[in-house]
């Protein structure tokens, strides 16, 4: 999580959608910098919802914050999941996926009972806004970042250039039609959101 005060923005870091990357571009300009440890690194917007927007609002009066995110292609998402839970250092724990398929993995992710493995949650839960208002003001499309870009440059009144940090090893993402079909149906709340994105493309 990143939190710009006078520009008035925080950019949650949704997992697997380059976040890394922009928090190295635009972190020593950033006001607030959330590292460690993961659970509040990756925020979900319930969480800066009930943790620290009370904390600007009550301890800096600050009420008028805006939330930026990213959304990555659902299946897209998935497999970068899959593909960085085969690293090395996970060979033999419950959640490496090194010997497993891309629909083993999505087949777990289906499960009434989500194996380690695929326990990944959702991004439509990562953003849903809260009872009180609270929302993800900007939200812009991983495959398309050039918007997004735009947006902070503009905000932020700089050049921001990206680089690629935390690529996992090239894997087979072929997914079962069957396999897609649930997933569709059983996510689609994080496609549909996804979907609703094109026009701000």
């Given at each position: 999580?990143?939190?710009?005060?006078?520009?008035?923005?925080?950019?949650?870091?949704?997992?697997?959608?380059?976040?890394?990357?922009?928090?190295?571009?635009?972190?020593?300009?950033?006001d607030i910098v959330?590292?460690?440890?993961?659970?509040?690194?990756?925020a979900p917007l319930y969480r800066?919802?009930?943790?620290?927007?009370?904390?600007?609002?009550?301890?800096?009066?600050?009420?008028?914050?805006?939330?930026?995110a990213i959304m990555r292609e659902p299946i897209s998402w998935l497999g970068s999941w899959y593909r960085y839970r085969q690293r090395k250092d996970l060979d033999g724990r419950p959640a490496s996926t090194k010997e497993l398929s891309f629909d083993d993995f999505v087949e777990g992710y289906l499960a009434v009972t989500q194996p380690a493995f695929a326990n990944v949650g959702s991004q439509a839960k990562f953003l849903e806004p809260r009872p009180n208002g609270t929302k993800v003001s900007h939200l812009f499309r991983y495959e398309s970042p050039?918007?997004?870009?735009?947006?902070?440059?503009?905000?932020?009144?700089?050049?921001?250039?990206l680089d690629q940090v935390n690529v996992s090893a090239r894997q087979d993402l072929s997914l079962s039609s069957e396999l897609e079909r649930r997933l569709r149906t059983e996510?689609?709340?994080?496609?549909?959101?996804?979907?609703?994105?094109e026009q701000t493309v």
């Open positions: 999580m990143l939190v710009f005060w006078k520009e008035k923005l925080v950019i949650l870091a949704v997992p697997k959608t380059g976040t890394t990357a922009l928090a190295q571009a635009l972190g020593g300009s950033a959330v590292n460690n440890p993961p659970e509040l690194k990756h800066y919802n009930r943790f620290f927007r009370p904390m600007f609002e009550k301890a800096a009066k600050e009420e008028n914050m805006e939330v930026m050039d918007p997004m870009l735009a947006f902070l440059s503009a905000r932020l009144n700089r050049d921001i250039v996510y689609n709340r994080d496609f549909e959101l996804y979907a609703s994105l």
